[in-house]
């Protein structure tokens, strides 16, 4: 049997850190494991902005244990563990850095964010 070969239609990314701007989140939704939250980035690139997500739980305790309100800090730098209530909604646009592995590293084929870091601001030239 013979096959086409197409051009892919994304780009072929490697594991590593990245400039992204955050597109806002989803769920709760189920997961075999319990609820979870589903963070949607895009990844700049040369051509189109690549879409790339990752997962967290529900919980948003203010702590840096918790990944959801650690990759929110990295989003909006001026969340503390005195806010409320945190709305991704206003962020969505913010840039920041991620950090892209492999789903299973057996296996490599399939991108996921593993964390969300602060973009870094240029410096600004001396006087």
Request: a negative charge; charged letters at 30%.
């Given at each position: 049997?013979?096959?086409?070969?197409?051009?892919?239609?994304?780009?072929?990314?490697?594991?590593?850190?990245?400039?992204?701007?955050?597109?806002?989140?989803?769920?709760?939704?189920?997961?075999?494991?319990?609820?979870?939250?589903?963070?949607?980035?895009?990844?700049?690139?040369?051509?189109?902005?690549?879409?790339?997500?990752?997962?967290?739980?529900?919980?948003?305790?203010?702590?840096?244990?918790?990944?959801?309100f650690r990759?929110?800090?990295?989003?909006?730098?001026?969340?503390?563990?005195?806010?409320?209530?945190?709305?991704?909604?206003?962020?969505?646009?913010?840039?920041?850095?991620?950090v892209l592995?492999?789903?299973?590293?057996?296996?490599?084929?399939?991108?996921?964010?593993?964390?969300?870091?602060?973009?870094?601001?240029?410096?600004?030239?001396?006087?």
């Amino acid at each position: 049997m013979k096959s086409t070969v197409v051009p892919a239609s994304w780009v072929e990314l490697e594991p590593g850190v990245y400039d992204a701007t955050f597109q806002g989140r989803e769920g709760p939704k189920l997961g075999e494991f319990g609820d979870f939250i589903v963070w949607n980035f895009n990844i700049l690139t040369e051509g189109e902005p690549e879409p790339m997500s990752g997962v967290s739980s529900t919980k948003f305790v203010a702590s840096r244990r918790c990944k959801g309100f650690r990759w929110a800090q990295a989003i909006d730098p001026t969340l503390t563990d005195e806010v409320v209530t945190w709305d991704d909604e206003e962020f969505v646009g913010a840039k920041v850095l991620v950090v892209l592995e492999y789903q299973n590293p057996d296996d490599p084929g399939f991108l996921k964010v593993k964390d969300v870091q602060p973009c870094r601001t240029p410096r600004s030239e001396p006087k």
